[in-house]
């Protein structure tokens, strides 16, 4: 078993800044791309960040310049740094790993979601 558990989620003013883990846990070989989703309320889920193994990294056009993926792989875990943030950025962030676990396989794994609400 594969589990995704993210941390750091809650309510900040605008501008502010917030920090978010996500650490894979279970049975692992080997993790590839990980990445941050996001889903605000009515809306569809959309990919924020990924980060590959080789630590390129990719962004939604606006993040880009705010927030910062970052991931450490002697510890399985994946971190979202986000800053200057905008009532905008209020979702539910899910953490996401493309992961080879004891099915010899790789398949990809979400976490159960982080709420952020950004508000005055």
């Known amino acids: 078993q594969v589990q995704l558990v993210e941390s750091g989620g809650g309510l900040v003013q605008p501008g502010g800044s917030l920090r978010l883990s996500c650490a894979a846990s279970?049975?692992?070989?080997?993790?590839?791309?990980m990445a941050w989703h996001r889903q605000a309320p009515g809306q569809q889920r959309e990919l924020v960040a990924i980060?590959?193994?080789?630590?390129?990294?990719n962004y939604v056009d606006s993040v880009k310049g705010r927030f910062t993926i970052s991931r450490d792989n002697a510890k399985n875990k994946v971190y979202l740094q986000m800053n200057t943030l905008k009532p905008e950025d209020t979702a539910v962030y899910y953490c996401?790993?493309?992961?080879?676990?004891?099915?010899?396989?790789?398949?990809?794994?979400w976490g159960q979601g982080t709420q952020v609400a950004v508000s005055s």
């Open positions: 980060i590959r193994t080789d630590g390129s990294t």
């Open positions: 996401y790993a493309d992961i080879l676990g004891a099915g010899s396989y790789i398949r990809g794994y």
């Open positions: 279970g049975s692992i070989f080997a993790v590839y791309a």
